[in-house]
């Protein structure tokens, strides 16, 4: 099938009151998702899902036809969600991506980005919900971008129509890592006491081979793909790197294989309980439940893993991110294993409440632990 390198014009393309379903992260079809948004006003209402957004297609200004939902407020997200047009689904990443092979939601169109290969077709950078959404869509349209990697794993099923093809206009979104500060490295410091061996960029040196993990040996698996171009070449057509639907990368099943599992993840706040929340602040939806709960329960199956969450003690306005209670509840205290900030880590697991709490309050900012320390008098909580 040619492509088309014209605009596409979405009307009667998009119906009334479709759910339009596109690739998230640097997997979103930025040729396809300008060209959608630019016409929306123009088209009937019609709701969206996105995932995280790292480009600028989605903002505030967007048509007030279009209804927006998440799984979570990530990257330029935010925008739509501090309007107050994103509704989020509270849903674990691993089970809102079931949901779509389950029929749960049901697309109508779907937007996908594509690398071509010999005539093979790959998602590419992300091995996510689309494929499972196209399953059923009635229409699937398709931007065949030169620029992406072509991946194994995340090879583009056969029994999936593609009805439209269009040529790409830019290459894919790229999200450049950001320079760490004093306190982003105490934190990484405190945190490497707890890993086997730290990975910073080392497959290329030959230190990381994949070779012990217990399952899938010699090749590096992940879900998605988010990086600069330079990531981007390393993986095209890369057998050694595997981009595997979320069935597979986050299965606790899965996770529980492979030896020393360590799992990495960040928080808005912890409770002296140790409950984190990564999802809400002041009531408003700032974050997302995203993969948490899967590796964290993922690592703690493991022989030898570590779930370990990391946050700075103190968020941007000076408050303690080490609170009494948190208001929402991303990962049930249950299942805590380590937390860490710059002050130090905090080793819960197997810790009664009280002992949580002397332990959470010693790795809290040093002008914040008085405050935290009155929360002990009285009854034990």
Same mark, same amino acid.
Request: hydrophobic share 40%; net charge positive; aromatic share 4%.
């Given at each position: 099938m040619p492509e088309d390198s014209s605009p596409i014009d979405f009307a009667g393309l998009v119906r009334n009151d479709d759910l339009v379903v596109c690739g998230q992260a640097t997997a979103e079809p930025v040729t396809l998702t300008e060209a959608l948004m630019a016409q929306a006003a123009q088209l009937p209402p019609f709701r969206m899902i996105i995932g995280p957004v790292f480009s600028e297609t989605f903002s505030a200004s967007c048509a007030g036809n279009v209804s927006f939902q998440s799984y979570g407020v990530i990257g330029n997200s935010r925008r739509l969600a501090k309007a107050g047009r994103l509704d989020v689904i509270p849903s674990n990443y691993s089970a809102f991506c079931a949901d779509f092979a389950a029929r749960r939601y049901k697309a109508d169109v779907v937007l996908v980005q594509l690398a071509e290969l010999e005539g093979r077709l790959s998602a590419s950078l992300s091995n996510d919900y689309v494929i499972d959404a196209a399953r059923g869509a009635r229409l699937v349209i398709a931007e065949i971008n030169p620029d992406t990697p072509f991946t194994f794993g995340a090879e583009w099923p056969e029994d999936v129509p593609i009805h439209v093809r269009v040529a790409a206009r830019r290459p894919p979104v790229e999200l450049a890592s950001t320079p760490l500060d004093d306190v982003s490295r105490r934190i990484a410091a405190h945190a490497a006491g707890l890993i086997n061996d730290a990975v910073v960029d080392l497959i290329e040196r030959g230190a990381v081979t994949n070779a012990e993990k217990g399952i899938d040996a010699g090749i590096t698996v992940t879900n998605q793909?988010?990086?600069? &171009?330079?990531?981007?070449?390393?993986?095209?057509?890369?057998?050694?790197?595997?981009? &595997?639907?979320?069935?597979?990368?986050?299965?606790?099943?899965?996770? +529980?294989?492979?030896?020393?599992?360590? +799992? /990495? @993840?960040? *928080?808005? $706040?912890?409770?002296?309980?140790?409950?984190? @929340?990564?999802?809400?602040?002041?009531?408003? +939806?700032?974050?997302?439940?995203?993969? $948490?709960?899967?590796?964290?329960?993922? *690592?703690? +199956?493991?022989?030898?893993?570590?779930?370990? /969450?990391?946050?700075?003690?103190? *968020?941007?306005?000076?408050?303690?991110?080490?609170? *009494?209670?948190?208001?929402?509840?991303?990962?049930?205290?249950?299942?805590v294993d380590a937390i860490v900030t710059e002050w130090g880590v905090a080793e819960l697991r197997g810790c009664g409440l009280a002992e949580r709490a002397r332990r959470m309050i010693a790795i809290a900012a040093p002008e914040h632990r008085d405050a935290l320390s009155a929360r002990l008098r009285g009854p034990a909580r």
């Open positions: 793909v988010i990086g600069t &171009r330079r990531l981007y070449r390393f993986a095209h057509e890369n057998k050694a790197v595997a981009v &595997r639907p979320t069935s597979y990368t986050h299965s606790q099943n899965v996770l +529980a294989r492979i030896n020393r599992l360590v +799992a /990495i @993840n960040s *928080a808005l $706040q912890v409770g002296l309980d140790g409950s984190v @929340n990564s999802e809400t602040l002041n009531g408003v +939806a700032i974050g997302a439940i995203g993969g $948490q709960l899967d590796f964290v329960r993922g *690592a703690n +199956a493991s022989c030898g893993g570590r779930a370990i /969450i990391a946050l700075p003690a103190t *968020a941007s306005d000076g408050t303690s991110r080490i609170v *009494a209670d948190v208001e929402t509840v991303t990962t049930p205290r249950a299942d």
